[in-house]
């Protein structure tokens, strides 16, 4: 009982340090217009113009998220997609990484973005088990990042094992849906 006593309260005090990240000032970047002929940095009109249609589709996707018993808000855009594990795994599969290789495309778009990255796991395993596998998909899929160029000093990670899932059943249908590395964006 202590035991578990003892792990809630760092699972709460985890919970706190991230509502602490999350009361950073959101840095707004100005949207670049299109000029009619190549600038300085010899980028074309048609390529300003890529780039705010870019940032407009970011801006665009972005829903505020509110987690219970933490203070502040949260991003999320429907443009960074999840990546899902199997069975008491952390490796990444060819879709993962394909997915992986999406999300970084993006986030090597928008430099401005800072994420953070949500290890999950399903309700199967002890509470200690399932947060040090959380832990581990969500470093898997930082390490994965960092290697498409994404800088590590723009991904946090978190592990939140069993107790967020995103479908509360209590089947293997649902199960899959809870191994799964979640992305949000703290800051632009």
């Known amino acids: 009982m202590v035991k578990k006593s003892c792990i809630v309260i760092g699972v709460v005090f ?3 340090l991230m509502g ?3 009361k950073k000032a959101i840095k ?12 300085a940095s010899g980028k074309t009109a048609e390529d ?15 829903e505020k998220r ?7 808000e949260f ?20 879709k993962a990484r394909e997915i992986l290789s999406q999300n970084a495309e993006l986030l090597l778009k928008h430099s401005g973005a800072n994420i953070q990255i949500e290890g999950h796991c399903d309700e199967r395993g002890t509470i200690e088990y399932n947060l040090a596998l959380g832990d581990r998909r969500s470093t898997s899929a930082k390490q994965y ?8 000093k723009r991904i946090a990670t978190i592990s939140y094992g069993e107790e967020m899932p995103a479908d509360p059943g209590h ?13 949000i964006i703290l800051s632009r």
């Open 48 to 62: 300003t113009q890529k780039a705010a249609t870019g940032e407009k589709a970011l801006e665009a996707s972005l």
């Open 75 to 94: 991003l999320e855009s429907s443009l960074l997609k999840d990546i899902h594990f199997g069975f008491d795994r952390y490796d990444l599969t060819p």
């Open 20 to 22: 602490a990240c999350a």
């Open 171 to 183: 089947g293997e249908e649902a199960w899959a849906k809870n191994r799964r590395a979640h992305f």
């Open 66 to 72: 509110k987690y219970p018993g933490v203070e502040g």
């Open 14 to 16: 985890s919970l706190v």
């Open 145 to 152: 990042l960092m290697a498409l160029g994404v800088s590590p």
């Open 28 to 39: 707004e970047e100005p949207l670049v217009t299109g000029k009619a002929e190549e600038g």
